[in-house]
C-alpha cells in the first residue's frame, strides 16, 4: 500500500487523454489498465485518512482528496464499477465513448473525495457534461432530445447548488463541504440539499433519470446507473445526514418508482424507474441519519451498484444483440439467451433482497433503522414499496423478457443470442460480487463508515423474507392478466417541461408570429407616411441645402481650375514666363510693405 | 439450462404444486420462529403476518399501477412525437446506429 495520495481522477483524466493515440492490439489491454489502476489508487487511498491535496487558492483552500470512511466506501464501488464497464464495453471501438465514460467517472471520484464546495461543483458539473455524450453516443433523433434534456436540467440543477454555494459562502465563510446544521435550516441549506437532489432523482425532480438512460447507448447505460444517483447519495449523506425531510422525499421516491415500474414497457426504462425506487432507500436512510442508517444508505449504495450495474448490462445485452428493449417486442428469450438470462436473474433476486443476494444485509439495515428510530411509517412503507421491487423486478422483468409469449418478429428471434465474451465477463463479475455481498455481508460490514451490529441472518428474517416473496409471487401469478406489457408509454413529470417547451414553440408560432404581423401592418399604416414625409424633406434638404453648399464649392473650384488650364500651354517658357511674373509680384509687394 | 426449463414447463402443475408445498412450510415455519426480532405487536401476535401482508402488498400495488395506467396515465408511444412529425425529418423508432442489431 502506498502512503502518498493518489487522485483516481487524474489516473482516469490522463488516461482518456493518452487513449486516442493507443491502436490497434495494445487498446483492449490499455482499456482495462487504466480503471484497474485507478481502483488500485482507491485501495491504496482507502488505508489512510485525513485530508490530502490541499491547494490554496485565492483566498480559498481547495481540498481534493478528504480520506475517510465515508468517502472510502463510496470511491471502492465507483472505481470498481468503472472495471467493470469498461470491461463490459471492451470492444467498443470507439476511443470518444470510453474518453466520455471516464471523464464521468472522475467527475464521480473528484465529487467524492472533494472537502470542499468549489472542487466538488467543479467536479459535479464534469459528471453532468460528460455523462451527456454517453447518451448522445447512441446517435438517434430521440436519444439527442434525451440528452439535451438531461443537459439542461443538470444544468439547472448546477445553478441552484452554485446559487446554494455562493449564499453559504456569504454566510458563513468559508467554502469546507461538511456537515449542515440540518435543524436549522437556512436558505443555502435548501439551494444546495436542491442541487443534491436533483441528481439523486428526488420525487419531483426524478424524469430526467428514466427519460435519459432508457436513451443511452447499451454501455452508456452501464455506466449512468452507478454514478450519478449515487455520488449524490454520497453527497447527501455528507452534508445532509438527520435532515427529516429527505425520510419522507425517500419514502415518496421508493414507492413512486415502483408504481411507474410496474406499468412500464420498455426494460430499461423499468431499471430507471427502479432506480428512482432504490435511491429512495437510501434517501430516507440518510434522512433517518443515525450511524445504522448511514451504514444502510452506505451498503445499500454498493449493492445497489452491483446489481443495477448486473440488470443494465443484461438489459443492455438484449438491445446489443436485438435492437429492442420494450417487453411487446421481446419474449421467450431463455432459449437463445440462456447465460444473459442467468445473470438478470441474479440481479433481479439481488434487488428482490432475497437471502444470500446483494440488498438483503443493506435494506435490512435501513428498514431497521427506521424502526430503531420510531419512525414506524417510514419502515412500513419502505417494506410495502420491497414488496412492489420484487413484481416488477424479480417477478415482472424476467417473466415477460425470458419466459412468457414471445413477441419477438422472426428477424429479432434470428439476432437474439448471448452477447460477446467480454460482455459475459462483465456480467459473469458482477453476479459474483452480488451472491458474495449478500452471502458473507461482513465483508461489506467492513468498509462501512461506522461499526456494524446487524446480522440479518436470523430465523425470523429469513423467514419474514420468504413469506413476502412467496406471497408476492401467488398474487403475481394469479393477477399477471393485470401486468400484461402494453405498447404504451407513461406520462410523468417530464410532462410539464416537454409539453411546456411545445407550448412555447406553440407560442412563438401563432400568437407571437401574429403580433409580429400585425405590428408589421401597423407600422407599415401608421409610421411609414410619416417617416416618408420626413424622409423625403431629409432627402430635399440633402438636395439643395447639404449638396447645394458642397456643389457650389465644388463648381467654384471647377471654374478656378478652368482659368487656371487656360493659362496652361504645355510649353516651358510660358511656365517660367508666369512664374516669374508671380515672383516679381510677391517680390514687389514684399518691398513695398517693408518701405511703407 | 434450456432442457431444464422445457422439462419443468412440461410438468407445469407438478411445479406450482411443489412451490405451494413450499409456501405451505414456510408459513408452518413462521409460526415456530422466535419473534423476538419483530418490530410490532401485529408481527408477533398475527399469525402468517408476512404471507398476509406479502400479498396484499402485491396485489394493491398490482391493483393501483393497472387503475392508474388507464386512467390517462398510459399513452401511446408517439405521444411526444406529434409535434416532430410535423417537420420533414421526424423522430424515428427502434434501433440506431450504434446498437449493434
Avoid at chain 1, 491535496?53 to 485565492?58: A, S, T
Avoid at chain 1, 470511491?75 to 465514460?101: F, P, Q, R, S, W
Avoid at chain 1, 417486442?329 to 447465460?339: D, I, N
Avoid at chain 1, 417473466?399 to 414471445?406: A, D
Wanted: charged share 10%; glycine share 8%.
Amino acid at each position: 500500500m502506498t502512503n502518498c495520495f493518489t487522485h483516481p481522477a487524474l489516473i482516469l483524466i490522463i488516461g482518456a487523454l493518452i487513449l486516442p493515440f493507443v491502436r490497434g492490439p495494445l487498446r483492449k489491454p490499455y482499456l482495462f489498465l487504466v480503471p484497474l489502476l485507478s481502483l488500485a489508487a482507491v485501495a491504496g487511498n482507502s488505508s489512510m485518512s485525513g485530508q490530502f491535496g490541499i491547494y490554496q487558492f485565492l483566498d480559498w483552500q481547495l481540498v481534493f482528496g478528504r480520506v475517510d470512511r465515508l468517502s472510502s466506501i463510496f470511491a471502492l464501488i465507483m472505481a470498481l464499477m468503472a472495471v467493470v464497464g469498461t470491461l463490459y464495453a471492451l470492444h467498443v471501438d470507439n476511443a470518444k465513448e470510453h474518453i466520455a465514460a471516464w471523464f464521468y467517472v472522475a467527475g464521480s471520484l473528484g465529487t467524492i473525495y472533494s472537502g470542499d464546495y468549489l472542487s466538488l461543483f467543479l467536479f459535479w458539473e464534469m459528471m453532468a457534461f460528460s455523462s451527456t455524450f454517453l447518451i448522445w453516443f447512441r446517435r438517434g433523433e430521440k436519444s439527442l432530445a434525451a440528452g439535451y434534456r438531461y443537459l439542461l436540467i443538470h444544468t439547472i440543477g448546477g445553478i441552484i447548488l452554485l446559487a446554494g454555494i455562493m449564499l453559504r459562502y456569504q454566510a458563513v465563510g468559508d467554502i469546507a463541504f461538511t456537515l449542515m446544521d440540518v435543524k436549522n435550516p437556512e436558505l443555502y441549506t435548501w439551494l444546495i440539499m436542491l442541487g443534491f437532489g436533483l441528481n439523486a432523482a428526488v420525487v419531483p425532480l426524478h424524469s430526467w433519470l428514466p427519460d435519459a438512460y432508457s436513451e443511452a447507448s447499451f454501455n452508456g447505460s452501464v455506466f449512468m446507473c452507478a454514478f450519478t444517483t449515487k455520488t449524490a447519495v454520497y453527497t447527501l449523506a455528507r452534508g445532509f445526514a438527520g435532515f427529516d425531510i429527505l425520510i419522507l422525499l425517500g419514502v415518496i421516491m421508493a414507492l413512486y418508482g415502483v408504481i411507474y415500474a410496474v406499468m412500464e414497457n420498455d426494460i430499461r426504462k423499468l431499471l430507471a424507474w427502479s432506480i428512482v425506487s432504490q435511491v429512495g432507500y437510501m434517501v430516507a436512510a440518510v434522512g433517518i441519519g443515525t450511524e445504522l442508517a448511514i451504514n444502510g444508505a452506505s451498503a445499500h449504495a454498493v449493492a445497489h451498484i452491483l446489481y443495477k450495474g448486473l440488470l443494465f448490462m443484461g438489459a443492455g445485452s438484449v438491445l446489443y444483440m436485438t435492437g429492442k428493449t420494450k417487453f411487446t417486442e421481446l419474449g421467450g428469450l431463455y432459449r437463445k439467451m440462456p447465460a444473459t438470462m442467468i445473470f438478470t436473474i441474479i440481479g433481479c433476486l439481488s434487488i428482490s433482497a432475497a437471502p444470500f443476494f446483494a440488498a438483503f444485509a443493506s435494506k435490512g439495515m435501513i428498514i431497521s433503522a427506521g424502526y430503531e428510530v420510531h419512525v414506524n411509517w417510514a419502515s412500513w412503507l419502505l417494506m410495502f414499496g420491497a414488496t412492489g421491487t420484487f413484481i416488477y423486478n424479480g417477478l415482472k422483468l424476467p417473466y415477460y423478457l425470458f419466459f412468457g409469449k414471445s413477441n419477438c418478429t422472426a428477424e429479432t428471434w434470428e439476432k437474439a443470442g448471448d452477447p460477446p465474451w467480454n460482455m459475459q465477463m462483465a456480467m459473469a463479475t458482477s453476479a459474483f460480487l452480488c451472491i458474495a455481498v449478500g452471502s458473507a455481508p461482513v465483508v461489506l460490514y467492513g468498509l462501512l463508515p461506522h461499526p456494524v451490529s446487524y446480522n440479518p441472518y436470523n430465523g425470523y428474517l429469513i423467514s419474514e423474507t420468504l413469506q413476502l416473496l412467496g406471497f408476492a409471487s401467488v398474487a403475481f401469478f394469479l393477477l399477471r392478466r393485470y401486468l400484461e406489457p402494453e405498447d404504451k408509454i407513461c406520462l410523468d413529470m417530464d410532462w410539464f417541461y416537454r409539453k411546456g417547451g411545445s407550448l412555447f414553440l406553440w407560442i412563438a408560432k401563432h400568437p407571437l408570429q401574429w403580433f409580429d404581423t400585425a405590428w408589421g401592418e401597423a407600422y407599415r399604416v401608421v409610421g411609414l407616411g410619416p417617416l416618408m414625409v420626413i424622409s423625403r424633406f431629409w432627402s430635399w434638404f440633402d438636395w439643395h441645402g447639404i449638396d447645394g453648399v458642397v456643389d457650389g464649392i465644388a463648381r467654384c473650384v471647377r471654374a478656378i481650375g478652368g482659368r487656371v488650364r487656360a493659362v496652361q500651354s504645355g510649353q516651358i517658357q510660358y511656365t517660367i514666363y508666369f512664374s516669374a511674373t508671380f515672383a516679381a509680384l510677391i517680390l514687389i509687394a514684399y518691398v513695398l510693405f517693408q518701405l511703407s | 439450462m434450456n432442457k431444464l426449463i422445457e422439462y419443468l414447463s412440461e410438468r407445469i402443475r407438478t411445479v406450482v404444486w411443489t412451490c405451494y408445498g413450499i409456501l405451505a412450510l414456510v408459513m408452518a415455519h413462521s409460526l415456530y420462529v422466535d419473534k423476538s426480532h419483530a418490530h410490532s405487536w401485529a408481527e408477533q401476535y398475527i399469525p402468517f403476518f408476512w404471507s398476509i401482508f406479502g400479498f396484499a402488498a402485491a396485489a394493491a400495488i398490482i391493483g393501483f399501477a393497472r387503475w392508474y395506467g388507464h386512467s390517462g396515465i398510459m399513452t401511446r408511444p408517439d405521444y411526444y412525437d406529434r409535434d416532430a412529425e410535423e417537420e420533414p425529418a421526424a423522430a424515428s423508432h427502434g434501433a440506431t446506429s450504434t446498437d449493434h442489431a
